[in-house]
């Protein structure tokens, strides 16, 4: 029987990360002593959905610390999905005024349209994190929508991840969003059409998150019947949410296949680990008074700054999507 001792702080996710992909895949019995005094989306949703995803058998063992953040862990569905419980009564399907606890969303049915799926996710999630303050909420429902639309149209995989919490303070909102998929990864998405040739996940990261480069439908003709225009890809997503990050003193980290991004730059996972998918974690602070116009005034300067890089990109659309350009 493998072990795992959860018992580290939320910044010590990498070491979560590959104490996972350190797993034995034969051997399906784990025991696992939970003993993080305080739970957050990222870490807890890594854990949950990597054991569910790989069907482990998991026995837990409350500890001391863990004892403090258990009722918690238990509302967040962690132990629920760790589990792999088929109970569906026990799941907490509702989002409380301070977090979206970790879920699971198939998401086969999104279309290219208003009021799709991830349109609605992301209105659920952004509800939450706004506390209350309407003005900021469309401005967290971009950001959601931006990364969330990227698994059923990048990933080749209809299951996507998610959980979420905020935290209030006297100026700002500060929140930590966590979405993951295990579908085929930047590498296998950007080579897909045959238009780009990414022969390794580093050189998939750095294409990733440049603007204007996509893996997914940017051409109108190739859009199917009753969806729009303006839901079309043209890959500026990632790009303006880790610049986003960076005008609301923010934080990500990005980890496809075999690469990570964070603000430090773009490097491999130590000893050639694989993450089997997309990881991404997101932490920024809205200021409460932020106004939507405000808002899009700052976008509209990642935009342009994001427009004129991609015309020295060979393959990149030189113009971001209208759904991409504002948040109303």
Same mark, same amino acid.
Request: include cysteine; proline fraction near 2%; glycine fraction near 6%.
């Given at each position: ?64 610390? $863990? ?40 998401? &086969? ?116 019947? $009753? ?30 296949? $075999? ?17 089997? $998918? ?25 935009? &342009? ?15 971001? &999507? ?7």
């Amino acid at each position: 029987m493998q072990k795992l001792i959860l018992d580290k702080p939320g910044f010590k996710y990498m070491e979560y990360m590959y104490e996972l992909l350190n797993l034995d895949l034969d051997d399906h019995d784990i025991s696992i002593k939970y003993d993080l005094k305080f739970a957050t989306p990222y870490v807890t949703l890594l854990i949950a959905s990597y054991l569910n995803h790989h069907k482990y058998n998991v026995n837990f063992e409350i500890g001391e610390f $863990g004892r403090c953040s258990e009722s918690y862990a238990r509302n967040y569905n962690f132990f629920h999905f760790a589990e792999g419980s088929l109970d569906l009564n026990e799941r907490n399907t509702n989002y409380s005024d301070k977090y979206t606890p970790i879920m699971k969303s198939i998401l &086969s049915s999104y279309s290219r349209q208003s009021e799709n799926i991830v349109e609605n996710i992301a209105n659920k999630i952004a509800k939450v994190l706004s506390c209350e303050h309407e003005n900021i909420e469309k401005i967290f429902f971009y950001i959601v929508f931006e990364l969330f639309r990227n698994i059923p149209e990048h990933s080749h995989c209809f299951e996507g991840w998610h959980a979420s919490q905020c935290w209030m303070h006297d100026e700002y909102v500060e929140a930590e969003i966590a979405i993951i998929d295990y579908g085929i990864g930047f590498k296998e998405s950007l080579n897909f059409k045959e238009v780009l040739n990414v022969s390794n996940d580093i050189e998939a990261m750095e294409f990733a998150l440049k603007p204007g480069i996509t893996g997914g439908i940017f051409e109108k003709s190739h859009l199917r019947e $009753g969806e729009e225009e303006e839901y079309l890809n043209s890959g500026y997503g990632l790009y303006i949410v880790t610049e986003l990050c960076k005008v609301f003193k923010g934080h990500f980290s990005i980890i496809s296949k $075999g690469a990570i991004a964070t603000k430090k730059g773009i490097k491999s996972l130590k000893d050639k680990l694989i993450f089997p $998918g997309t990881a991404i974690k997101i932490r920024l602070q809205i200021p409460k008074d932020l106004t939507p116009e405000d808002f899009n005034e700052k976008l509209k300067i990642i935009i &342009s700054k994001g427009e004129s890089i991609s015309t020295q990109i060979e393959g990149a659309i030189s113009t971001a &999507s209208t759904k991409s350009k504002s948040v109303f």
